[in-house]
């Protein structure tokens, strides 16, 4: 049982604990997960881009539930009507000349709305989403509504074209994640196992609005500006990627918001790093952001990216024949020497940690 109102520190454990819980549940989410929080925290919008059967909607419905937050949901086809996203029309108030919907239940009066691929709404639906989003209200014949939306997220197999005419609706999406399929063999094997982890409500709507308030108000150390300027200018002048002016505004948000989360008393320049989720347009630019954005902290990151992504090929190729290869011995060798490399950079544990376990992977096959 949960106290009416948590302190700022409570809130705070209560958020990492539920994404502690649901990263036990849903393997390798950990970065859509931590997406969700930031964009309760900063009331922005999330895109999820990935084939189907990856697990997003049953990951949203859990992390609403221990948010304690109301869901709509829905899967938007081609034939998908306004009736069913916003509410039916209300007969009563149409005999009286007026043409209103009731909202109860609709995603107009949830904190929550995930749509499933959304980029097949029609217009009539996307024109009043993008007034729900930016403004959280809903013009109801006239009558305008307060919405008590707190992020809206959209599931899509791939993102709009020029021909759809969906720019400004796909830019209201701040955050965007691509969501793939599982890749690695343990990983997987933990998936098939599954999680007996229960998800339970771990905080209140009030919890939320202070922790909101908060992060509304956290200041912006000067580091912090220096690294947004450096992102910027980077992307310009060395990659040829220009984000709007709104999303390295909105950027800030965001970034409040992870400084917040790990108990800092200002806007700290390595929250920079969740403009890697912010700044591209196309999944091709992922990279070129990623790194970008790196630099803009710690260099060291960059070059341990670089040594990372090498591994993981070097592995690939390895485990590409389950049985032990001549070749394999000099891959360990490759994999050694990269760690070498990454013992001597600050501020890598996390991706020395990941080449240690993958020559251990390969060692299992060579003792196998």
């Known amino acids: 049982m949960i106290k009416e109102t948590l302190t700022p520190n409570e809130t705070r454990r209560a958020m990492l604990g539920l994404e502690a819980k649901l990263q036990s549940k849903f393997i390798k989410r950990e970065e859509e997960i931590r997406g969700l929080t930031l964009a309760a925290l900063s009331r922005t919008h999330i895109l999820l881009l990935g084939p189907p059967g990856t697990a997003k909607t ?18 938007i086809g081609q034939y998908t009507t306004p009736d069913e996203i916003f509410g039916p029309v209300d007969i009563q108030a149409l005999k009286q000349g007026e043409y209103r919907r009731i909202l109860r239940n609709k995603a107009a009066d949830s904190q929550v709305v995930f749509l499933d691929e959304v980029f097949k709404a029609g217009p009539a639906i996307l024109n009043t989403m993008l007034g729900l989003m930016e403004e959280r209200e809903f013009d109801n014949d006239g009558m305008v509504v307060k919405t008590p939306l707190v992020t809206l997220i959209g599931a899509s197999n791939e993102i709009p074209t020029d021909e759809d005419n969906l720019g400004a609706f796909y830019d209201r999406f701040l955050i965007r994640y691509v969501t793939r399929y599982i890749e690695d063999d343990r990983d997987f094997v933990s998936m098939l196992k599954g999680s007996t982890t229960t998800i339970d409500s771990m905080l209140t709507e009030q919890d939320l609005l202070l922790a909101q308030i908060e992060v509304d108000n956290l200041p912006m150390s000067p580091e912090a500006y220096e690294s947004v300027k450096i ?14 002016d709104r999303r390295f505004v909105q950027l800030l948000r965001v970034m409040a918001a992870d400084s917040w989360l790990k108990d800092y008393n200002e806007i700290k320049a390595e929250s920079v790093l969740v403009g890697q989720h912010i700044l591209w347009t196309n999944p091709d630019q992922i990279s070129q952001v990623k790194r970008v954005v790196i630099n803009g902290v710690n260099p060291n990151l960059a070059k341990a990216e670089e040594i990372l992504s090498a591994a993981k090929e070097a592995l690939a190729e390895a485990m590409r024949i389950p049985t032990p290869q001549p070749q394999d011995l000099e891959t360990m060798s490759a994999l050694q020497e990269m760690l070498v490399e990454l013992s001597g950079l600050s501020g890598v544990t996390t991706i020395y940690d990941q080449v240690v376990g993958m020559r251990i992977t390969l060692g299992n096959k060579l003792s196998g």
């Open 58 to 75: 049953n990951m949203v419905s859990e992390w609403s539930k221990g948010m304690s937050l109301s869901m709509f949901r829905r899967l």
């Open 231 to 244: 992102v910027w200018e980077t992307l310009r002048e060395d990659e040829g990627i220009f984000p709007s």
